[in-house]
């Protein structure tokens, strides 16, 4: 009996068979690829030879091409040059000078000249389509600026959880009985000194004209009763002409009173459009400029803005020292109505250099009038004290350090104003001039990295307003 381990020689014999044809038959398949790819190979080296002889063909033709070219070209240079040497020389006339044969300096001159008239007539057309249509522009401008002094408390409200149009409707509401709350103390406390301080402007007359007469002067009463005659016919002059046609006058009283009473109705519902919807308002703007120069102008908008929301607090911290200053110095020297001048030197000093001195000047002549000269000296010492501090001390260091404005500049912007504009000129000036130079200084920084990447194209605007990168357009917010 055999054991059941043990394989049988004949099975043995047949497995070695089957695992020889498995194995001749891989080797088999394995030739058949390595004769295949040897086959490849060759087809492909035959394909790049064929191709090489081609390129090479195809540039001998070429190189062949462009050398019978310049052979041809040579040939028409030398054959035109022969005929030139070959052909007499014209007799010309002499050359006589053209109006156009200018020196370059004139000539770069004129150029400058005839644009920078153009510059000059265009701008001089824009300022007299805005004086034609001033009874809008002005309370716009207005309104811009309160907005630019009261976007910081919209957004605080808006933050904590108030609606940005009810948020703008209470800072507007609030502003408005500030400012008659202000007005209607100061016009109370003068209807109600009034009576006393025209007596003491009686007596002060009575003083003047002693002093006059005995003082260093030496003026006879002659003299005196001239200036005072000549005082009193004009007066009677100006108040007979507007009696010879009252109808005129009335209707005069009553469009200066309509205008006042339309540029106080555009400054308000400005204001609060200006706070609660900026962002859509300049996002309509910006839209409005060709697609190119959106993000430029996007960008020199809110810096303008910035520019602006700095200038206007620069001018209220600087009113409200100048008031509180004068006013206790008024208070010192027992000055009447010492609220009404500190109203009267908050809001003149709203309109740089002038505002200031006009509403000091107010405030000596009232210490003159019911104090005496001495007390209105005095007075004039605290005034000019107290501007030469704010001039000197507070005003460069606001205005300096965030408007960044030349004092020269603001001289000069304040008188071109007035001419320009009288009062609201002045008022605009200031602000138009740091505005300007916030954008001026913005466009000359980024002109630069601009021109580095001129191929990339500028960010798109989108349906609902620009984007919002800090700084803040107007009516969203402040730096």
Same mark, same amino acid.
């Not at 088999?28 to 004769?35: C, D, F």
């Not at 957004?155 to 500030?178: H, M, P």
């Not at 010492?338 to 009267?344: E, H, P, R």
């Given at each position: 009996?055999?054991?059941?381990?043990?394989?049988?020689?004949?099975?043995?014999?047949?497995?070695?068979?089957?695992? *020889? @044809?498995?194995?001749?038959?891989?080797?088999?398949? =394995?030739?058949?690829?390595?004769?295949? =790819?040897?086959?490849? *190979?060759?087809? &492909?080296?035959?394909?790049?030879?064929?191709?090489?002889?081609?390129?090479?063909?195809?540039?001998?033709?070429?190189?062949?091409?462009?050398?019978?070219?310049?052979?041809?070209?040579?040939?028409?240079? @030398?054959?035109? =040059?022969?005929?030139?040497?070959?052909?007499? *020389?014209?007799?010309?006339?002499?050359?006589?000078?053209?109006?156009?044969?200018?020196? +370059?300096?004139?000539?770069?001159?004129?150029?400058?000249?005839?644009?920078?008239?153009?510059?000059? $007539?265009?701008? +001089?057309?824009?300022?007299?389509?805005?004086?034609?249509?001033?009874?809008?522009?002005?309370?716009?401008?207005?309104?811009?600026?309160?907005?630019?002094?009261?976007?910081?408390?919209?957004?605080?409200?808006?933050?904590?959880?108030?609606?940005?149009?009810?948020?703008?409707?209470?800072?507007?509401?609030?502003?408005?009985?500030?400012?008659?709350?202000?007005?209607?103390?100061?016009?109370?406390?003068?209807?109600?000194?009034?009576? &006393?301080?025209?007596?003491?402007?009686?007596?002060?007359?009575?003083?003047? @004209?002693?002093?006059?007469?005995?003082?260093?002067?030496?003026?006879?009463?002659?003299?005196?009763?001239?200036?005072?005659?000549?005082?009193?016919?004009?007066?009677?002059?100006?108040?007979?002409?507007?009696?010879?046609?009252?109808?005129?006058?009335?209707?005069?009283?009553?469009?200066?009173?309509?205008?006042?009473?339309?540029?106080?109705?555009?400054?308000?519902?400005?204001?609060?459009?200006?706070?609660?919807?900026? *962002?859509?308002?300049?996002?309509?703007?910006?839209?409005?400029?060709?697609?190119?120069?959106?993000?430029?102008?996007?960008?020199?908008? =809110?810096?303008?803005?910035?520019?602006?929301?700095?200038?206007?607090?620069? !001018?209220?911290?600087?009113? $409200?020292?100048?008031?509180?200053?004068?006013?206790?110095?008024?208070?010192?020297?027992?000055?009447?109505?010492?609220?009404?001048?500190?109203?009267?030197?908050?809001?003149?000093?709203?309109?740089?250099?002038?505002?200031?001195?006009?509403?000091?000047?107010?405030?000596?002549?009232?210490?003159?009038?019911?104090?005496?000269?001495?007390?209105?000296?005095?007075?004039?010492?605290?005034?000019?004290?107290?501007?030469?501090?704010?001039?000197?001390?507070?005003?460069?260091?606001?205005?300096?350090?965030?408007?960044?404005?030349?004092?020269?500049?603001?001289?000069?912007?304040?008188? !071109?104003?007035?001419?320009?504009?009288?009062?609201?000129?002045?008022?605009?000036?200031?602000?138009?001039?740091?505005?300007?130079?916030?954008?001026?200084?913005?466009?000359?920084?980024?002109?630069?990295?601009?021109?580095?990447?001129?191929?990339?194209?500028?960010?798109?605007?989108?349906?609902?307003?620009?984007?919002?990168?800090?700084?803040?357009?107007?009516?969203?917010?402040?730096?």
């Amino acid at each position: 009996m055999t054991d059941q381990g043990d394989v049988p020689g004949g099975e043995k014999s047949t497995a070695k068979e089957s695992f *020889e @044809r498995v194995t001749g038959a891989f080797r088999r398949n =394995r030739e058949a690829r390595e004769a295949h =790819r040897h086959a490849q *190979e060759e087809a &492909d080296a035959r394909e790049s030879a064929e191709v090489a002889k081609e390129a090479a063909a195809e540039a001998r033709e070429s190189a062949e091409s462009f050398a019978l070219r310049l052979v041809n070209q040579f040939e028409r240079l @030398r054959e035109e =040059r022969q005929e030139q040497l070959a052909a007499p *020389e014209p007799v010309t006339a002499p050359k006589s000078v053209s109006r156009t044969d200018v020196p +370059y300096g004139v000539e770069l001159s004129a150029q400058w000249a005839w644009r920078f008239l153009v510059i000059v $007539a265009a701008g +001089y057309l824009i300022v007299r389509a805005l004086g034609i249509v001033s009874i809008v522009v002005v309370p716009l401008v207005i309104a811009l600026l309160i907005a630019a002094l009261v976007s910081p408390i919209v957004n605080g409200l808006a933050r904590i959880g108030l609606k940005r149009s009810i948020s703008a409707l209470f800072v507007v509401i609030g502003v408005l009985a500030a400012v008659i709350a202000m007005l209607s103390f100061a016009g109370t406390q003068v209807a109600n000194g009034f009576t &006393d301080l025209a007596g003491q402007t009686v007596k002060a007359l009575d003083e003047i @004209r002693d002093w006059l007469i005995n003082g260093p002067f030496h003026a006879s009463e002659s003299q005196i009763d001239t200036w005072l005659n000549t005082v009193q016919t004009t007066v009677e002059d100006w108040a007979a002409a507007y009696a010879s046609n009252p109808f005129s006058r009335v209707s005069e009283v009553g469009g200066v009173a309509l205008d006042v009473f339309a540029g106080l109705f555009i400054v308000l519902f400005s204001t609060y459009f200006f706070c609660a919807e900026g *962002e859509r308002i300049w996002g309509w703007l910006v839209r409005l400029a060709p697609r190119a120069a959106r993000s430029r102008m996007d960008s020199s908008g =809110r810096v303008a803005w910035v520019s602006l929301t700095q200038f206007t607090r620069a !001018t209220v911290i600087v009113a $409200a020292v100048d008031a509180v200053g004068i006013m206790i110095i008024a208070a010192a020297l027992q000055v009447p109505f010492v609220v009404a001048i500190g109203v009267l030197v908050f809001l003149s000093s709203f309109v740089p250099l002038i505002g200031a001195t006009v509403a000091g000047a107010v405030a000596v002549l009232v210490a003159l009038v019911s104090q005496g000269p001495v007390t209105a000296l005095l007075m004039l010492g605290g005034v000019i004290l107290v501007q030469q501090l704010e001039a000197h001390g507070l005003q460069p260091f606001l205005l300096g350090r965030w408007v960044r404005v030349h004092p020269l500049g603001v001289i000069l912007a304040v008188a !071109t104003g007035i001419v320009l504009g009288g009062v609201a000129g002045a008022l605009v000036a200031v602000p138009l001039v740091a505005a300007l130079n916030a954008v001026a200084n913005h466009l000359t920084a980024t002109a630069p990295a601009q021109a580095q990447a001129p191929t990339s194209p500028p960010p798109a605007v989108p349906a609902n307003g620009p984007t919002s990168p800090p700084p803040p357009s107007p009516g969203a917010g402040s730096a």
